[in-house]
């Protein structure tokens, strides 16, 4: 069962109030969980309850300091990618981490550690019986967008209830009646007009991507004509992995997506809004991704870094074929050396693997956030 911020849980005979939520995916099979930071009604401290759809599997841990592995063995690891987050969390979508779990011989005590940009994060807990989580009643049936809900309780702490008693500052009952009632419609408009603003969002930018995710290790700059440059990426994934993944990042929001398959070279153009993403395999084998402007692209025509002959060239003919007209219109005040340009085009195909599947994500991810009322990733 998915929870919702607010919502109070019998965990284990005690009970919690959810106050933050995170949707992770590990890449290594694409497998997508849930963990919910739950603090208890009674006493301090927070735990976090993970819950598994695919195994109908919970468990409840506690972040610690330090702890020995010692008599556990390793069950899974892999790349974990942040997909969602709402409320008191201090991820964002995009952020991603190795992971590592132990169980016990028991098969009941669990640890694991997650390696994030910042260091190496380590919690210890068990695993749960479907039945020892209860759901007991939702924090306030209000909507929630962002992490944030019309009332009752939100992130920031604020019940959502009138300024205080009969009277405030002087005002009357009256006077406070109407001032909560200007409140809960201010409430309402920004709800409103933060899941408005979601649904119509920009495309997210895959070089804030890049630059986050613990996947991607930076390896260079290429300064372009026009002072703009283009960075260069390793990625620990394969080629195909490397592109369904910035893919998701960004949600689908390809402009255009197609796959060298002419000559073997399998190099992996995507045109977004206003980025160049071109995904190769260099002459020592690495997984390279290269990312740019659109406006670095369109005055910049030299081989990608070091890339082999027949990526530098894909590169350029994707280019050429797919964005280099359009952007010519925007960036007129640039000479490019697409105008003299004399190899051959590159024709559009409808069934390639990648536009198919940029496909899927744009309308997974547009039907994920309609029924969930708001916006995900709502920020640390």
Known sequence: MEYQLGDTLRVDGDIYRVTGKILYRNLNDNCTWFEYKIRPNQGSGEKWLSYDASYAEY???????????????VVDKGVEVVDGAWGDVDVSKGD?????????????????????????????????????????????????????QSSGYSSSGYSGTSYGGSS????????????????????????????????????????????KST??????????????NADVYKSSLTIDSTAKDIIRAIDGKTDDVQQ??????????????????????????????QISSREYAYSNDSDVYRGRSHSSRYYRRYYYSRGYKSDSTKYDKYS???????????????????????????QTSTSTRTSSGGGISSGK
Not at 171 to 183: H, L, Q
């Open 59 to 73: 468990s409840l841990s506690t972040v610690v300091h330090n702890v020995s592995t010692g008599g556990y063995h």
């Open 96 to 148: 991603s981490a190795s992971f590592t779990e132990y169980e016990d011989p028991t098969e009941e005590f669990i640890i694991s550690s997650e390696v994030w940009d910042d260091g190496e994060e380590f919690s210890k807990g068990y695993y749960l019986d479907e039945n020892e989580v209860e759901y007991l009643s939702s924090g306030t049936g209000g909507y929630q967008t962002n992490g944030f």
């Open 168 to 211: 405030y500052s002087g005002y009357s009952r009256n006077n406070n009646s109407v001032i909560a009632a200007i409140g809960v419609v201010v409430f309402i408009i920004f709800g409103l007009v933060s899941i408005l603003s979601n649904n119509i969002s920009s495309t997210p930018k895959i070089s804030k991507y890049l630059e």
């Open 215 to 228: 996947v991607y290790e930076y390896k260079t700059s290429i300064t372009g004509k026009t002072g703009k």
């Open 260 to 289: 060298n398959t002419e000559d073997g070279d399998n190099s992996i153009g995507i045109l977004t809004e206003k980025e160049y993403c071109y995904i190769y395999e260099s002459e020592d084998d690495e997984v390279l991704v």
């Open 336 to 362: 490019s050396p697409y105008t003299t340009y004399t190899d051959s085009t590159i024709t559009p195909n409808s069934s390639d693997t990648y536009r198919t599947y940029s496909s899927s994500v744009r």
